[in-house]
């Protein structure tokens, strides 16, 4: 069953497989046959894996109730963040963007950090965590890469 954006009104906002709301591929199923299966295959696994609102249903959230009005004077944010209803004077950012404006990479986890893309290969190795350690909080490691304009490249799947 398709619906409408009639129906489905979303404020503008990007649809988002990964929403707390979303159920997951294979809900509702007696015979683990998908039951919702997404424009994009790779969209999958997304479906249904919140372990909270994601940052649009946030958006969604404040815009419909109009939290976003609250602030007299509005502030520029950066990489699609928006001001925040209750600290007028910063962003809310999208994961893995941070600072006031949403400037700068995210703090991580102990792990993460800033690099440039040359003409070389380059390997990065990274670790999470300490092996045989159980943390039950999320954690969270931010990569920046970095790339001259010659060298830009965008990878897709």
Same mark, same amino acid.
């Not at 159920?23 to 479906?47: G, Q, V």
């Not at 249904?48 to 969604?60: E, H, K, Q, R």
């Not at 703090?107 to 290969?121: H, I, K, N, Y």
């Not at 092996?131 to 490691?141: A, I, K, L, P, R």
């Given at each position: 069953?398709?619906?409408?954006?009639?129906? %489905?009104?979303?404020?503008?906002?990007?649809?988002?497989?990964?929403?707390?709301?979303?159920?997951?591929?294979?809900? *509702?199923?007696? %015979?683990?046959?998908?039951? @919702? @299966?997404?424009?994009?295959?790779?969209?999958?696994?997304?479906?249904? &894996?919140?372990?909270?609102?994601? *940052? #649009?249903?946030?958006?969604?959230? %404040?815009?419909?109730?109009?939290?976003?009005?609250? !602030?007299?004077?509005? @502030?520029? !944010?950066?990489?699609?963040?928006?001001?925040?209803?209750?600290?007028?004077?910063?962003?809310? !950012?999208? &994961?893995?963007?941070?600072?006031?404006?949403?400037?700068?990479?995210?703090? &991580?986890?102990? !792990?993460?950090?800033?690099?440039?893309?040359?003409?070389?290969?380059?390997?990065?190795?990274?670790?999470?965590?300490?092996?045989?350690?159980? %943390?039950?909080?999320?954690?969270?490691?931010?990569?920046? @890469?970095?790339? #001259?304009?010659?060298?830009?490249? *965008?990878?897709?799947?």
């Amino acid at each position: 069953m398709r619906t409408s954006q009639k129906d %489905n009104y979303n404020y503008g906002l990007p649809y988002d497989y990964g929403s707390v709301m979303h159920y997951s591929k294979k809900a *509702f199923t007696s %015979n683990s046959d998908l039951t @919702i @299966i997404p424009r994009k295959s790779l969209y999958e696994d997304t479906m249904g &894996s919140g372990t909270g609102p994601t *940052f #649009i249903d946030l958006l969604m959230m %404040n815009t419909h109730y109009k939290c976003l009005d609250h !602030c007299k004077n509005s @502030i520029k !944010c950066m990489n699609n963040g928006y001001q925040h209803p209750k600290d007028c004077y910063r962003c809310l !950012c999208p &994961s893995g963007y941070g600072g006031r404006y949403c400037e700068r990479r995210a703090e &991580s986890s102990g !792990c993460g950090g800033d690099l440039r893309a040359t003409s070389e290969w380059q390997t990065l190795n990274a670790q999470m965590g300490n092996y045989g350690t159980y %943390n039950d909080e999320m954690s969270y490691c931010y990569w920046w @890469i970095q790339a #001259i304009l010659p060298y830009l490249h *965008f990878l897709s799947t």
